[in-house]
């Protein structure tokens, strides 16, 4: 393979796909070596048909907001590869989305539910629908009317959505009251449900904690732990509180939150009644960060500014894409951060990839660490075809276990000769791998 020729050709395909290129070319770069050692893969062309989604599908979403006003959003599903089981991957609902979003979201989650054990292919959605400051009718309509066009799409051995960004368990049980009523069938189409109608226990935290316990198995490579460290977190939605709660639970202090508006710095730590304040916020659709520093003393609200400025031990970015940049992974750097782990798809940039690993730092891409909850919207799969319910602990357990085997199979495909263990070039080399060769099984499709 010849990564520069094949991204080339991408890029003039795909003009201004800035994302879904720089998901690819970090993929294709770690697992160059491998590939071009296994020739058969390149006699199949598994390359070129893994980087071209297997379908995109498109609709037009009409909706009426409390006014009796007409809007119209797009709305997507981006069927990657479904090699290793059926498509799976959750729905964005953000004035951001596009296609290249999606398509870097849809390509990333086919290695990542690869490396989570569990057969689950690759897929995203979404909609440019911005969910802020509507009312819970408004949202109500707009996932009615956007799974009148998802639902002949999807279902439970074909295509499992799930939340992401914007969509969380509201969302998901609007979605899923209109899916029922078109198809008649209660089943696991959808995971992220509510525990009392087929929702997996741990699965709102799952991300979070999963994300912790990532951190943790790095950790202890170097004897280390959570205890008394001082941790930054960027964003406060599904996966940043849980990865807020989990630090605190295992004895760190959690510096920082953030907004897409600035970031709270709290000495104090962020726990307890705290979180629950936000996430009483959050239910009621309320913006968190400006009120907590208003609530709680000592806290400081510095506007417009991202948590990486200030010193910690380890820091978990947990908002979105390309939040983390050069000069954010220096000051990390600068200030004694030993361990960054990623709960957001995609947050650090190349540049700062490359000076977490020139400096040597634990670094953990979101495709293995933030896969607790996709592994965990598996096990919600299972539950549902089993129809049975697992107690909380059972799930945690398999979410700890998936998360260690998860940081085994990186550290197997990415360490160096000086033992440092490179988990982009591990964690990109596993998932392809078992992909790959449920592609090479099946034949030309
Ligand atoms: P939520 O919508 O619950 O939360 C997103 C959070 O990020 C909110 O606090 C939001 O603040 C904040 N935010 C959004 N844009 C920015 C920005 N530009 N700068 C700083 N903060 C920002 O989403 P999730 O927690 O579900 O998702 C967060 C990330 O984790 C995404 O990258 C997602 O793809 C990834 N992920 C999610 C999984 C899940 O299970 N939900 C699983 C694996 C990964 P505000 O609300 O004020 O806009
Ligand atoms: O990015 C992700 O892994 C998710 N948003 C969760 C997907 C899922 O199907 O649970």
């Given at each position: 393979m010849n990564v520069t020729k094949i991204l080339n050709g991408l890029e003039a395909k795909h003009p201004g796909e800035s994302e879904y290129l720089q998901a690819v070319k970090e993929v294709l770069e770690s697992i160059e070596t491998i590939y071009n050692e296994n020739p058969q893969f390149e006699a199949a062309g598994i390359i070129e048909r893994v980087v071209e989604p297997d379908r995109i599908l498109t609709f037009k979403i009409p909706w009426l907001d409390d006014s009796g006003k007409v809007h119209v959003n797009l709305g997507y599903r981006v069927q990657f590869n479904n090699a290793i089981g059926p498509y799976k991957g959750g729905l964005r609902f953000h004035p951001s989305v596009n296609l290249s979003i999606l398509k870097f979201l849809g390509f990333e989650q086919i290695f990542k539910n690869s490396l989570t054990t569990l057969p689950m292919g690759g897929a995203k959605g979404g909609s440019d629908f911005d969910p802020k400051g509507k009312s819970d009718a408004e949202i109500m309509r707009f996932c009615q009317a956007f799974m009148l066009e998802l639902w002949k799409l999807i279902g439970p051995e074909t295509d499992v959505p799930a939340g992401d960004i914007g969509v969380g368990g509201r969302e998901i049980g609007f979605l899923y009251g209109m899916y029922k009523k078109l198809v008649r069938e209660h089943n696991g189409v959808l995971t992220g449900k509510g525990l009392n109608w087929g929702g997996s226990k741990i699965r709102p935290e799952a991300t979070g904690f999963g994300n912790v316990y990532f951190a943790y198995e790095m950790l202890s490579t170097k004897?280390?732990?959570?205890?008394?460290k001082t941790v930054t977190v960027s964003g406060f939605g599904n996966v940043a509180w849980g990865a807020v709660s989990k630090a605190t639970e295992l004895g760190a202090k959690v510096v920082t939150i953030s907004g897409p508006d600035g970031y709270i710095y709290d000495p104090n730590g962020i726990s307890g009644e705290k979180i629950d304040f936000m996430l009483e916020l959050r239910a009621s659709n309320n913006d968190i960060v400006a009120p907590y520093a208003e609530e709680f003393e000592g806290a400081i609200f510095h506007a417009?500014?991202?948590?990486?400025e200030v010193k910690c031990d380890i820091a978990l970015p947990c908002a979105?894409?390309?939040?983390?940049n050069a000069q954010d992974a220096q000051n990390l750097v600068n200030n004694g951060c030993i361990c960054v782990s990623e709960g957001?798809?995609?947050?650090?940039?190349p540049e700062a990839i490359e000076i977490f690993h020139k400096n040597k730092l634990l670094f953990a891409p979101g495709k293995a660490s933030n896969a607790g909850g996709v592994a965990t919207s598996g096990l919600e799969m299972s539950q549902n075809s089993m129809k049975y319910a697992w107690a909380s602990a059972d799930v945690d357990d398999k979410l700890r276990r998936i998360m260690k085997d998860i940081h085994e199979a990186c550290v197997k495909y990415g360490?160096?000769?000086?033992?440092?263990?490179?988990y982009v070039k591990g964690a990109n080399i596993a998932g392809f791998l078992k992909v790959a060769e449920a592609m090479l099984d099946q034949g030309i499709i």
């Open positions: 004897g280390l732990s959570f205890e008394g417009g500014k991202r948590p990486w979105t894409q390309n939040e983390l957001a798809n995609m947050p650090s940039t360490s160096q000769p000086d033992g440092y263990v490179d």
